[in-house]
Nanobody, 127 residues
Framework: QVRLVESGGGSVQAGESLRLSCVAS??????????MGWFRQAPGKEREKVAI????????DYADSVKGRFTASVDNAKNTLYLQMNSLEPGDTGMYYC??????????????????WGQGTQVTVSS
């Protein structure tokens, strides 16, 4: 039914940039009360919020650690979610996941509330 496919990860040096993409099918990124998010997980650590985006892309909520460096956006025509990551740091290393949920008035930040998940794309940042 719902499928999320991430791409764009890779291995880069600190200070460089990457753009992740998440193509959604069977799910509308623009529908009101739908919530999408980027999460990441480093080995041995819990999965954590990177960015939440909602209301067709007009609403955004970033983790403090990425504010000013990362930008989430949506292309409603392509039904695709993006994460532009600039000034990457070694601490940004991890598996990045696209996630989605629906029927929320206020979007959650915890990954436990997201229903659909992509398979992840690895981001590795070397110092």
């Amino acid at each position: 039914q719902v499928r999320l496919v991430e791409s764009g990860g890779g291995s880069v040096q600190a200070g460089e940039s990457l753009r992740l993409s998440c193509v959604a099918s069977g799910y509308s990124v623009s529908r009101i009360r739908n919530c999408m998010g980027w999460f990441r997980q480093a080995p041995g650590k819990e999965r954590e919020k990177v960015a939440i985006i909602y209301s067709g892309g007009s609403g955004k909520d970033y983790a403090d650690s990425v504010k000013g460096r990362f930008t989430a956006s949506v292309d409603n025509a392509k039904n695709t979610l993006y994460l532009q990551m600039n000034s990457l740091e070694p601490g940004d290393t991890g598996m990045y996941y696209c996630a989605a949920t629906y029927d929320w008035i206020v979007c959650p930040s915890s990954p436990i509330h997201f229903t659909y998940w992509g398979q992840g794309t690895q981001v590795t940042v070397s110092s």
